[in-house]
């Protein structure tokens, strides 16, 4: 191969790798500060959550059963969240689950104050701050600003009819940083 082609190749590549580069220095992806709580012993977290699985057995008339993925006190004011993965662009909540969720809203919110918020993601790295999410806040779900439908209105068929489906179209899409602010204003709210 002569020179002459070796360095039309060479620099073919080299504005190929440059431009590859400058594509990659673009798509940079931030990182959030390190956690502030971390699970240590793993296999110890996993050992707990299957010890409280085996409190219900068969036999029982009991069944089922919810968390609540996070509940922050602050100087007796809450902030509730709940997480719910999609799935073809809408959330499942199990009605029991969002009866139990409204009636403790608005318990709390009689005496003190609560903001509970569902919020709705895709599978995500939550230490990125740019990260996409969907929430909601109880009073836009009482106030019927998001549809309570138990039926899929896309006519998806659907073997139980004892959850809401919420869609993503309903939800406020936000950054995992601003829900962080949007936690710590209500912090300082509460004090």
Request: a negative charge; proline letters at 2%; charged letters at 30%.
């Given at each position: 191969?002569?020179?002459?082609a070796?360095?039309?190749?060479?620099?073919?590549?080299?504005?190929?790798?440059?431009?590859?580069?400058?594509?990659?220095?673009?798509?940079?992806l931030?990182?959030?500060?390190?956690?502030?709580?971390?699970?240590?012993?793993?296999?110890?977290?996993?050992?707990?959550?299957?010890?409280?699985?085996?409190?219900?057995?068969?036999?029982?008339?009991a069944?089922?059963?919810?968390?609540?993925?996070?509940?922050?006190?602050?100087?007796?004011?809450?902030?509730?969240?709940?997480?719910?993965?999609?799935?073809?662009?809408?959330?499942?909540?199990?009605?029991?689950?969002?009866?139990?969720?409204?009636?403790?809203?608005?318990?709390?919110n009689?005496?003190?104050?609560?903001?509970?918020y569902?919020?709705?993601?895709?599978?995500?790295?939550?230490?990125?701050?740019?990260?996409s999410?969907?929430?909601?806040?109880?009073?836009?779900?009482?106030?019927n600003?998001?549809p309570?439908?138990?039926?899929?209105i896309?006519?998806?068929?659907?073997?139980?009819?004892?959850?809401?489906?919420?869609?993503?179209?309903?939800m406020?899409?936000?950054?995992?940083?601003?829900?962080?602010?949007?936690?710590?204003?209500?912090?300082?709210?509460?004090?």
């Amino acid at each position: 191969m002569s020179d002459e082609a070796q360095d039309l190749i060479n620099t073919i590549y080299e504005k190929k790798d440059s431009t590859q580069l400058q594509n990659t220095s673009e798509k940079v992806l931030r990182k959030s500060s390190k956690p502030k709580y971390q699970i240590f012993d793993e296999s110890e977290f996993t050992r707990g959550r299957e010890v409280l699985g085996e409190i219900i057995v068969h036999g029982m008339i009991a069944s089922g059963g919810t968390d609540i993925d996070w509940l922050i006190e602050h100087k007796g004011c809450f902030i509730i969240l709940e997480f719910k993965g999609f799935h073809n662009d809408k959330i499942n909540i199990p009605q029991g689950q969002m009866i139990a969720y409204e009636k403790l809203h608005e318990k709390l919110n009689q005496s003190t104050k609560c903001y509970l918020y569902i919020v709705g993601c895709d599978d995500i790295d939550f230490s990125n701050p740019d990260s996409s999410i969907w929430v909601f806040e109880m009073n836009q779900w009482k106030n019927n600003i998001v549809p309570k439908n138990i039926t899929d209105i896309y006519g998806q068929k659907s073997n139980k009819q004892n959850k809401f489906i919420v869609y993503r179209e309903y939800m406020e899409e936000i950054s995992v940083e601003k829900l962080r602010e949007l936690i710590d204003s209500h912090w300082k709210e509460f004090e």
